[in-house]
């Protein structure tokens, strides 16, 4: 698990320098704004249709090895990407094929970290999944702060250079790490009742709202800037205050509680997300109370992130996850398409989009515990950290 923790953790550090060069490049550069970002955004959601078979025929076993191959394939694209970044249109189409990887690995990362976790028993789980992913949420809001100052050192392009040849080191390192579950462990979880199709579809459900979230907060951001004459730097200062909220929830979890129940963090998601919005209703200033609303945002996500990635563990075999998160990510352009369209009739509410996609997600959370206690009986109410 530690090597899982280190690389993963860089994997997250380099994509959000990425994530943000490429965001902001696109909506401030001549011939880019909502449009072209909201192109860009939509497109990047489409590789993942293709993903779900990939993942359930890849012919590469283990999921640290299918990892390292979709971080070659990241390395390559983003040698391109550094090649034509002054064409707008050439980037939001290898901005495509960048995504056809970055799906990839959202599922490989979750089957190697199943590989990983395989018998171990609830408590530790949860741990791990809380300590990993506070890991990989501070790296991410890292990256975003970094971005701007690397650029003033260096231009964008050898930015992108330097991030392909990380991305291309964290692979081959990667290939070091090959546990699977063994194959007695694999059936057992599958044999199990709560991996009916019903409980499966809610997860589905359930992670069909992780992308959304993120890829509306991201696609929000530049916007909510450059109405407000605000640079780069501060969308990665909010980038990182979102990624600290997410942080500050995994350590909760993880550190400072014994027990606690997933009701108490359910209701807890909602009053942040709801104090959030009315933040920034009341102060539409772009300062500190949107500093203050991403920070909400960011511990209700991150809190509802780690409970469904170590439910979802804890009830699936590591294939089973990844088919279902691959699935889940697919089926998420469609919800990203409708609410960048809507996004595009009334600009003005745009930032609203990822604090409701979250409220949904604790909905969908609810019916996740709802069908559990159906088909298990009385599920347990507290959740040891």
Same mark, same amino acid.
Not at 40 to 56: D, Y
Not at 96 to 122: K, P, Q, R
Not at 188 to 209: D, N, T
Not at 325 to 349: E, I, Q
């Given at each position: ?41 939509? @497109? !990047? ?76 028993? +609830? ?42 040849? &990380? ?74 205050? &979102? ?16 027990? =606690? ?9 909602? +009053? ?30 991150? !809190? &509802? ?37 809507? +996004? ?12 409701? =996609?979250?409220?949904?997600?604790? @909905? ?22």
């Amino acid at each position: 698990m530690k090597r899982y923790t280190l690389y993963s953790g860089s994997y997250r550090f380099f994509s959000g320098v990425v994530l943000l060069l490429l965001n902001w490049h696109i909506a401030s550069s001549q011939g880019g704004g909502y449009d072209a970002l909201a192109i860009a955004t939509a @497109l !990047s959601f489409v590789p993942a249709v293709f993903v779900p078979p990939l993942v359930r025929f890849s012919p590469i076993a283990g999921g640290a090895r299918m990892t390292a191959a979709g971080l070659a394939g990241v390395s390559l694209t983003l040698l391109l990407i550094a090649a034509g970044y002054d064409h707008v249109h050439v980037l939001v189409a290898l901005n495509f094929v960048l995504w056809i990887f970055f799906f990839f690995l959202e599922s490989t990362w979750e089957v190697w970290f199943n590989d990983e976790a395989s018998g171990l028993d +609830g408590a530790t789980l949860r741990r791990h999944s809380s300590l990993t992913m506070t890991v990989n949420q501070v790296a991410l809001m890292v990256g975003p702060l970094f971005a701007p100052l690397f650029t003033r050192v260096v231009s964008a392009q050898w930015v992108l250079v330097g991030c392909a040849v &990380l991305f291309a080191g964290v692979a081959v390192l990667s290939l070091g790490s090959h546990r699977t579950e063994t194959t007695a462990e694999q059936l057992e979880k599958e044999a199990r009742p709560q991996g009916a199709g019903s409980l499966k579809a809610l997860y589905l459900l359930a992670f069909l709202l992780i992308w959304p979230i993120l890829g509306t907060f991201n696609f929000m951001l530049p916007l909510q800037a450059l109405a407000h004459d605000q640079g780069m730097l501060t969308v990665g200062i909010m980038d990182m205050i &979102l990624g600290i909220g997410m942080a500050v929830a995994g350590t909760f979890l993880h550190r400072l509680t014994k027990s =606690l129940g997933v009701g108490w963090v359910l209701t807890g998601a909602v +009053g942040a997300v709801t104090a959030a919005i009315a933040v920034w209703l009341l102060l539409p200033a772009f300062g500190v109370p949107q500093m203050v609303a991403i920070f909400a945002l960011g511990c209700a996500f991150g !809190s &509802l992130r780690v409970i469904l990635r170590a439910e979802a563990a804890s009830a699936f075999s590591p294939r089973q996850v990844g088919s279902i998160v691959a699935n889940a990510n697919a089926c998420s352009l469609v919800l990203l398409a409708a609410v960048l369209a809507g +996004g595009r009739l009334v600009p003005s509410l745009i930032w609203l989009a990822p604090f409701v =996609l979250t409220l949904l997600l604790v @909905l969908a959370f609810h019916r996740i515990r709802r069908a559990q206690g159906k088909s298990s009986g009385p599920i347990p109410t507290e959740v040891s950290v």
